[in-house]
């Protein structure tokens, strides 16, 4: 019995050594193609990288790692279709196991959100956010896209169900926030109500105190906006030139454009290092026609920091406005001096 059972043996070995050895020849050859792909691609030698890949595919029709990076790789070379068709074959794959399948979607996500096929990319979202509740960049991004396409429904019930996360509150706050940006004029109410979910979510959001002045103003109420607008002056100082034209123009509106100045001069004591509120406020002076308040701030503040271009550049136009040709002179000299410095980089000066 013992000798037919080692003559069965001997014949399976003989019958599979060609299949093995075709195997562990593919193996070899595959691997290597395929870790050079990588090498190649880190090293940003694109056509390298694509040869590499497209041997290792040939090689190894399994090798799901190696279609989609060659799949990305063509869509980075702009030729779109071909990308899209290695992407799409893989996807009719029947044998993927759930990890490479997943892989297979989120490359086609990626393909269809950059060729602007926004629908498509959706249904594959949906697909892969069913399948992992717990990804919040893909519930994330899923919701972003039903905010570009209009689809409010399916968005807001999106963002309750991020939102029953306490570890994305923040994402949800900010998605909230576009929401509410994004939402058809005809509804205010709803987009007010996104702007004040927002808040409860994070009450530090600056994004969403920022849409809700303009939903104020858009809606005619410009001292709801100014109010919620400096709101982020108290919350954010630093953040104040996304406020800055939006309460200038609101102020205006509302006949208190003196305000404005004694707003600024109370944020400058803040932030005494921002060179765009500083030229804010030299402006504001100038349009009160007082130039020497505006001269004198400049002036204080180019000493302290005379590699700062953009005061610089404003003090010389106003030494010109008051005719002070000479000032003007140098302050730009010194201006372009400093450019020249900084452009040849160091040790590169005369």
Known sequence: MTWLILVIIAMLVVALYPVVRDFLRKRRTAVPAYVEGLQAALDGRTADAVARFREAVSDDSENVDA????????????????????????????????????????????DYVQTDRKVKAISLLEELVHLDKSDAAKAEKLAELYIDTGAWDKCEEQLKELARHSSQRQRAARLYAEYGRAHPRDNPGAALAAFETALKLDPNSVQARLYLGDHHFAQGDTNAAIETWNEV??????KNSLVRDRLERAYFDTGKFEDITTLYERLLRKVPDDSGLVVALAEIYQKKEDLSSAVRLLERVGDRHRGDVLPRVTLAAMYLERAEYDRARRVLAEVMSALQSESAGPGKAA
Do not use: T
Not at 233 to 238: I, R, S, V
């Open 233 to 238: 002056l108290d919350l954010a100082p630093d």
């Open 67 to 110: 279609y989609i990076r060659l799949g990305d790789l063509f869509m980075q070379q702009g030729e779109v279709e071909r990308a899209l068709k290695v992407h799409e074959n893989l996807s009719l794959r029947r044998n993927l196991d759930k990890r490479d399948e997943k892989k297979v979607l989120e490359a086609l996500v990626r």
